[in-house]
């Protein structure tokens, strides 16, 4: 069973930086991509950042500059890293993971994690 946790969000100032943390466990399995999605109340889920397994990268044009997606060495962990944090970053951040059993791609989800930006 794939389990897949996200760590790291809380409240900062305008202007300050904070650094999520994604995990996705389990066995038997391998990862494609894994990317962080963000949704603000009464909006849709948006993308903000994702990281191919060969470590390509792709951000919004809203968090470019700011936010730096990576990858640790085991490549079952992705980190995003966000600074010059603004009100409008303010949402639940979800991170999503491509994970490959054989030949088939499924798409997991985490629980969230509230990033909240205000003074």
């Known amino acids: 069973q794939v389990q897949v946790v996200e760590s790291g969000g809380g409240l900062v100032q305008p202007g300050g930086s904070l650094t999520l943390s994604c995990t996705a466990s389990?066995?038997?399995?391998?990862?494609?991509?894994m990317g962080w999605y963000r949704q603000a109340p009464g909006k849709q889920r948006d993308l903000v950042a994702t990281i191919s397994s060969g470590a390509r990268t792709n951000y919004a044009d809203s968090v470019k500059g700011r936010f730096t997606i990576s990858r640790g060495n085991a490549k079952n962990t992705v980190y995003l890293r966000m600074m010059s944090l603004k009100p409008e970053d303010t949402a639940v951040y979800y991170c999503n993971a491509g994970i490959l059993v054989g030949v088939k791609e499924y798409e997991y989800w985490g629980q969230g994690t509230q990033v909240t930006v205000s003074s």
């Open positions: 389990g066995s038997g399995f391998s990862i494609n991509a």
